[in-house]
């Protein structure tokens, strides 16, 4: 059998086992849930074999959408006492017991991808999650836009969960009475890859502020302190805006509100770069400030559409600075902490995101990419993460969107 092969299987069998009935987690005992950005690898990755569940996937994610039309991060389909903050700390106001934040969208992107496998008999399917979707992308544009591009309310909400982007933000960020708890996470695997305490008293802080305000967008904006224009939400946006347009215009559907949509968050993408640092960036909201930081989020532009010879040019920097791209953040930093999460590590999802762009704008550096990834998780394994300078796999293991990444896009040539 040959490598390929056994890989192939390996990376089914993970699905498989971290299949719950309707929806995936992204591993067992860390993230016992369904997480927003992972279902929809998993459905990609699903897609590859079993296409119904493909599907599935994403009907279990939209079931938890809020009226508001705000897609949770987090569904807490079934209680689980392994995990803090679960559903008490949250109260989530939706139709499945969730949290109040969600999470880059690429979901509707993912479905396009899904039904170019199953044309016919995903119409349909497709047809019946188009306005849920259409609504999520209303949601991020009514509340969410800062001149333009797309802010997080809390640091989870990238789904970068520690990275330096937010570091004067957080600083910012006086967690007075967020009392005692206990994390779980760091009965799972090693606290020194983990966020600090530091940071995890200023999440339930936010947490507990956003339960206080019942989730409501309006008050949010006037009393969280936390607000961040950010690269990973406003490229993921802009890109679910034209697949919507595209799939819109294929079947005949309202698509009236994505031109606009897209003019804005085109406009907006131009206000997270960072002319000192050459590169896309984050922005303070708040203080219309930048983090200076080249991170892996940076380079999504081209899944975005937009590609910059700066933005070429960086990445050959980055790939030549680190032995296994792309870090979360500039190894060159001081910043940079190899193990730690979104502070150095490399991340099989952000890769395909962002060699998925560069393979379809015809970039160079598409295929080495996706050649690197395909060797570093065929060396180190299907784990959560990955310490860039040596390979060492790193956080949870068996992992769901890191198989998925595997079947859909690193291990296939
Ligand atoms: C961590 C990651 C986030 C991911 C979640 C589940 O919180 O930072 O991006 O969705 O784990 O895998």
Redesign the pocket.
Known sequence: MTQQTSMEREARNILVQNDRGGYTI??EGL?PYQ????SAFAALGFAEFDIDRAWQELETLFSGQWSNGMVP?ILFHKPDPGYYPGPDVWGGTGPVPSSGIS?PPIAPSFARMIWAKDRAAGEARLRALYPKMLAWVRWFMDWRLDRGAVCITHP?EA???NAPDWDSAMAMIDPQGVGDYTRRDTGHVNPEMRPTKYDYDRYIWLVQLGNRLGWNEARLLEENPFRIADPTMTFTLLRTARDLLAIGTELGLDTSSLPDDIATLEAGAETLWNPDLRCYDSRNAKTDTFAGCVSNASFLCWYAGIARPEMSAQLDRIMDAAAYPVPSHDPTSPKFDAKR??RGPTWAVMNMLIGVGLEEMNQSQGHALRDATAQLISTFGFA?YFDPTNGDPAGGNSFT?TAAVWLAWAGRH
């Open positions: 992204p591993t993230y997480w927003n950005w992972d991060h999470q989870w789904g970068r969960d999460y979104w959560e969107w």
